[in-house]
């Protein structure tokens, strides 16, 4: 199935820059994690007809369930993506759902038929505890033909941030990354060109699985620091002390152009965006470069409402990053032509927890409460999560799920009732999103009742997945 777009050529999986990528084939299917979190309810991954020209545009068209309950499918990757683009011997034909609360990794085929993706492999929960590890969480393909993944946890689920490296071709675990550990884990984005990987750090799994709690966070069972490493020794050479205007540093992007040394992340707890840059000395620094302000609120659980940064993209030709707010309930869009100095130029509101109407009231003179999310006439409970551009970057998929148990305490309506899929339009010109009614998935009316979709994948790779060297 590797790739769309490239009949002809004699090369590995993705493209050569990602300006070319830019050029790629429409996306026509998504992948998204959909999760059950009830006893007796299995994990599927939902293949979704996207192409406006199909006469099952806008549908749940297969569904591939996993065999065990309780796995809460969370983040994916691939077997190889564009960072095996000169290796001929590669392609693009499994993809790999981590499973967040199992400790389970299932290996799923999707060159077959991408349209009906099997399982090929389950990867035991035992292959990680033996490592001492737990809460698998990003999964990125490597240029050797590995697949690596960081953990957020030991096998007591105890805070521990570790990497192992998976075989991609027999699909075992091979052993550790790296010997050396970090208090907490989470993502992670390498860039060999420059012989660093930066890492980031959530919490404690003994923390985060039970719901979110400020007691938590003040007893330090969160994070606010950033890693970096030397991708070649595989050891820690600097820790970025974020403090406490960085807490919960989540989603790394690097700019896609890989002769570039800059990157951010979105910091959850206090809606900051930090830029990490190197500077002359060959060390790393890390400046605030997007605050998001919190609204003073009665009718909620605290007196002050963050904005909760759960997601962030760049799109491919580094102009563009988008971040979703996911209490406030924004998505926005800022131009990062100068990385030091984002500039916002787009923004729409998708739902969130103090909509008018609702029980929330804000107490800000400049602040209007958002209206609640309703597309085609069907009201949807939320806010904006998880992101994915297309490559061409003019569509933004967005859907409203971060994590079961957090949903239950921030969203009880959506649990209740469903996520839902969106699809932004962006103007790539001078900025603006727009909601494209046209495409629309209620996963409150999915056949064996309502689910929570997490995480969007396509074939072909994306802004997220694919890193080039």
């Known amino acids: ?18 300006l070319e990528a830019m050029k790629g084939a429409t996306e026509k299917i998504l ?67 981590a499973g967040l609360i199992s400790d389970r990794m299932y290996v799923i085929n999707v060159s077959k038929n991408p349209r009906a993706p099997e399982i090929h492999k389950i990867i035991e929960p035992k292959e990680l505890h033996d490592l001492d590890l737990s809460a698998p969480h990003t999964l990125h393909c490597l240029a050797d033909g590995n697949v690596m993944v960081s953990t957020m946890g030991n096998a007591r689920r105890e805070a521990k941030g570790s990497f192992l490296l ?37 919490g404690s799994p003994a923390a985060f699985c039970t719901g979110f709690s400020m007691d ?38 690097f700019l896609h152009e890989p002769t570039a040394k800059t990157g951010f992340v979105g910091c959850a707890l206090t809606a900051n965006v930090f830029r990490f840059h190197q500077v002359e000395d060959g060390t790393w620094k890390a400046d605030k470069v997007i605050d998001v302000p919190s609204w003073k609120v009665s009718g909620w659980a605290l007196p002050s409402m963050p904005g909760i ?8 030709d ?45 107490l800000e003179d400049n602040v ?22 297309s490559l061409d970057g003019r569509r933004l998929y967005v859907t409203t799920s971060l994590f079961s148990p957090w949903d239950r305490q921030f969203y009880p309506d959506m649990v209740e009732k469903g996520s839902v899929l969106l699809q932004i339009d962006v103007d790539v010109n001078v900025g603006g999103l727009k909601i494209n009614p046209k495409l629309m ?24 997945s694919d890193i080039w060297l």
């Open 309 to 316: 940064i759960t997601d962030i993209l760049i799109s491919l």
């Open 166 to 202: 998976i075989d991609a071709k027999e699909w075992r675990v091979k052993g550790l990354w790296s010997e050396t550990s970090t208090n907490f884990g989470y993502d992670f984005w390498y860039q060999p060109r420059h012989n660093v990987m930066i890492s980031s750090e959530w």
């Open 368 to 389: 209007k409460a958002p209206e609640p999310l309703v597309v085609n006439g069907k009201r949807f409970y939320g806010g904006p999560q998880m992101l994915q551009l």
């Open 1 to 18: 199935m590797e790739d769309e777009g490239k009949r002809g050529c004699a090369c590995g999986p993705g493209y050569a820059t990602p």
């Open 31 to 97: 992948y998204i994690p959909c999760i059950q979190g009830e006893k007796g309810k299995h994990d599927y991954v939902a293949t979704v007809d996207v192409d406006p020209s199909s006469s099952t545009y806008s549908q749940v068209i297969h569904r591939t369930f996993m065999p065990y309950e309780n796995d809460e499918l969370h983040h994916s990757g691939w077997n190889s993506c564009s960072s095996c683009y000169n290796d001929s011997s590669q392609s693009r034909d499994y993809i790999v759902f």
């Open 441 to 464: 998935v209620d996963f409150g009316a999915e056949p064996g009742g309502p689910v929570l979709a997490h995480e969007i994948r396509y074939p072909g790779g994306d802004c997220s």
């Open 318 to 362: 580094d102009r563009f990053l988008y971040l979703s707010n996911w209490v406030q309930g924004d998505i926005r869009q800022y131009d990062i032509s100068d990385p030091a100095k984002p500039r916002l130029v787009g923004q729409i509101y998708v739902g969130g927890s103090a909509v008018s109407g609702g029980g929330v009231t804000i």
């Open 216 to 253: 938590h966070v003040s007893t330090g069972m969160y994070g606010q620091s950033l890693h970096v490493w030397d991708w070649k020794e595989r050891k820690q050479i600097q820790t970025l002390d974020l403090g406490s205007e960085g807490l919960m540093p989540l989603e790394i992007r």
